[in-house]
């Protein structure tokens, strides 16, 4: 378990910078240069991602139960999921509403994957896992949103043809990982046996 902490601080901290320590962050890469900067949070990150799966992985195999959820709250992960990746693949496909309107559609979809993980998941691990995802999200969320009120940027024109791609190509990528089977590869769970 304390590996899955020291994992979370490190992987959830790193990457807190930009929204919650933007002057720490600008003075760190005067003082590394931006290579040098560039290497420590890619270090830092993936040490922490590592120490994460890892302390995960190892807590699973001992779990401390604190509830068990209804079933149809398993059958609302996988509707949450859905939403998370069409919010996911609107970060990266171009003029689309979706980020026009929402702004930081990456955000929310760690938002949206991590409460959807909470509700259907009771063991110890996955509280301390989905919780702190779900805590940073909101946190970045609300520190992004206060910039841009503060920087009076507007966003960027959404097009329909965007926005339908997003919703098609994240729709394919939810389907891949619930039937294509690339939630069992990445995680030794298959959602619909879960939500019988």
Request: no cysteine.
């Amino acid at each position: 378990m304390l590996q899955l902490l020291i994992g979370l601080v490190l992987f959830l901290g790193i990457h807190s910078l930009q929204s919650l320590a933007p002057q720490w962050r600008q003075g760190a890469q005067q003082r590394w240069g931006d290579l040098g900067y560039k290497a420590i949070y890619a270090s830092i990150s993936l040490l922490g991602l590592y120490l994460l799966v890892q302390g995960y992985a190892l807590a699973r195999l001992d779990p401390t139960v604190l509830w068990t959820p209804p079933r149809g709250l398993q059958h609302a992960t996988i509707l949450l999921m859905w939403l998370a990746m069409v919010l996911l693949v609107a970060t990266y496909m171009p003029a689309n509403h979706i980020k026009s309107k929402l702004r930081h559609p990456m955000t929310l979809s760690v938002k949206v994957w991590a409460l959807g993980h909470l509700l259907s998941n009771g063991n110890l691990a996955d509280v301390l896992l989905f919780g702190g995802f779900l805590a940073w999200s909101v946190l970045v969320f609300r520190a992004a949103r206060q910039r841009d009120r503060a920087s009076m940027r507007s966003a960027p024109e959404g097009q329909l043809l965007g926005t339908l791609l997003a919703v098609v190509v994240g729709t394919g990528v939810w389907a891949a990982f619930l039937m294509g089977g690339l939630h069992v590869w990445l995680v030794g769970v298959m959602p619909f046996t879960r939500a019988g």
